[in-house]
């Protein structure tokens, strides 16, 4: 009986973290692209013409495609890093990780910013986009706003007071849509001026949040620096795996095609991309769940096969669920783009799905696997996603895109399978994590300011 009360206990718990997190996605995810970027659009239409109005939309989402495949990556890292070791240590330490990851988070994003904000110009010209040429440097330093506040906002998910981190992002994302008066009054430089005010937003939520936090002292730990240095790397590009479905394609379309081309692939790409959410979520709310478990041993072998088999069911039910909808979906969001989008929504529903099994490996791969395993699946993966967006959008346009994004993401998806499968179902091996939580040849009093 007791352990009934337990099990219930735990899985009424799990439940309450899952339906938060889900949430949260729901306010980034549901409030932009299923609200925001087809109003955007229509706006855009209205505004100038049909032709002018797509062609403005597609140089709007690579601006975005931009900060969110290179600029977040590295801070994806550091999140990361806080959500799997935070756990293993009291609140004094943990604000002094967070003080840490802060810093790093700062001295890593800042190049990237600044590359957008000083080369912004340049980099427009290079795509002949005059929209994009105004709209990087705005990016720039927004990509630096929101990456420090998403950094020091993962700890929420740790304590689990996860209503802070939704009411952080709802105010965020709501101040999203000052876009659409913005641009009305300002032009595309308006687009610009609503994304820096809603990361500088983010960024004094979490400053007033957590103002303790910034009070102490040390502001630096070397300990925390060196132990998030080791793990960094591979939680960095496991999530530029996971961006580059879809903003990798997007970036390179855009070089070789027009504007209204971009836009309907974006239409659909974006929008098959929230099928991703019950993965992506389940990927992270693990992550963070594994955080005191220190070998795969913990886990039997059954475990592990019903696992795989599991994330395989769901990532049918995912492609099954999307390839139905299709239609409804596009007509309701992005009814001018419904004949060009809706050739490509089953090649990215597949992408997405596909998505979805790597990210259920994400967790277990990262967690146990030798850190210097990831940069040798990274480089497989992506290059597994350029070269057929290299084969195939030069001719083939959107439709190359999408195509070349189930390929790449299939690849991805059955490399990392393979190494879960390999490691965790057939291997008589119980692997270590390399979490450095308390070693002792480093001195965890020692700081730096």
């Known amino acids: 009986m007791l352990g009934q009360v337990v099990r219930i206990s735990y899985l009424a718990r799990f439940g309450k973290y899952a339906s938060w997190t889900v949430l949260d996605q729901a306010v980034m995810l549901g409030l932009t692209r299923l609200v925001l970027f087809p109003v955007l659009l229509w706006i855009f239409i209205q505004a100038l013409d049909e032709q002018a109005g797509e062609n403005l939309f597609g140089s709007f989402a690579l601006a975005i495609g931009f900060v969110n495949l290179i600029g977040n990556s590295p801070s994806n890292g550091l999140s990361g890093y806080v959500l799997r070791d935070a756990i293993n240590h009291e609140a004094d330490q943990q604000r002094l990780m967070l003080r840490t990851v802060l810093l790093l988070s700062i001295i890593i994003t800042l190049p990237v910013a600044l590359v957008y904000v000083v080369g912004g110009g340049s980099i427009g010209r290079a795509y002949g986009d005059a929209a994009l040429t105004v709209l990087l440097p705005f990016m720039g330093v927004y990509l630096l706003l929101f990456n420090v506040a998403e950094t ?7 304590r689990r007071t996860f209503g802070w981190m939704v009411l952080i992002h709802s105010i965020h994302f709501g101040l999203l849509f000052l876009t659409v008066p913005f641009y009305l009054f ?13 990361g500088i937003a983010a960024l004094l939520g979490v400053i007033l949040l957590e103002r303790q936090t910034f009070l102490e002292r040390p502001y630096y730990s070397r300990r925390f620096r060196i132990a998030a240095l080791k793990v960094w790397l591979p939680f960095s590009a496991a999530a530029f795996i996971h961006l580059s479905s879809g903003y990798l394609d997007r970036l390179l379309l855009g070089y070789w095609w027009p504007g209204a081309e971009l836009a309907a692939f974006v239409a659909a790409a974006a929008t098959a991309r929230i099928l991703q959410l019950p993965g992506s979520q389940a990927s ?4 963070s769940l594994l955080g005191r478990i220190q ?7 059954q475990f592990y096969t019903l696992y795989a088999a599991g994330s395989l ?13 299709g239609r409804f979906v596009l007509n309701w969001l992005y009814p001018s783009l419904l004949e060009e989008a809706l050739p490509l929504w089953n090649w990215v529903v597949g992408a997405a799905a596909a998505a979805n099994v790597f990210l259920a490996c994400r967790p277990f791969v990262t967690k146990f696997l030798p850190p210097n395993w990831i940069p040798i699946l990274v480089g497989t993966c992506v290059a597994a996603r350029l070269v057929p967006v290299v084969l195939l959008v030069p001719r083939g346009g959107s439709l190359g895109a999408a195509q070349a994004m189930l390929i790449g993401s299939g690849i991805a998806a059955s490399i990392w ?19 450095i939580v308390d070693d002792p040849t480093i001195d965890g009093t020692t700081t730096e300011s």
């Not at 300002?186 to 820096?196: C, D, I, R, T």
């Open 152 to 158: 020091m906002i993962s700890i929420y998910r740790v």
């Open 186 to 198: 300002w032009g595309v430089a308006g687009l610009g001026y609503a994304y820096v005010l809603a």
């Open 284 to 287: 992270i709310l693990l992550l």
């Open 295 to 301: 070998t795969s041993g913990r886990f039997s072998r």
């Open 313 to 325: 069911f769901t990532a049918l039910m995912v492609f099954a669920l999307g390839s139905l909808l």
């Open 417 to 435: 399978l393979v190494v879960f499968l390999r490691y965790f179902v057939f291997s008589k091996t119980d692997l270590s994590s390399r979490i």
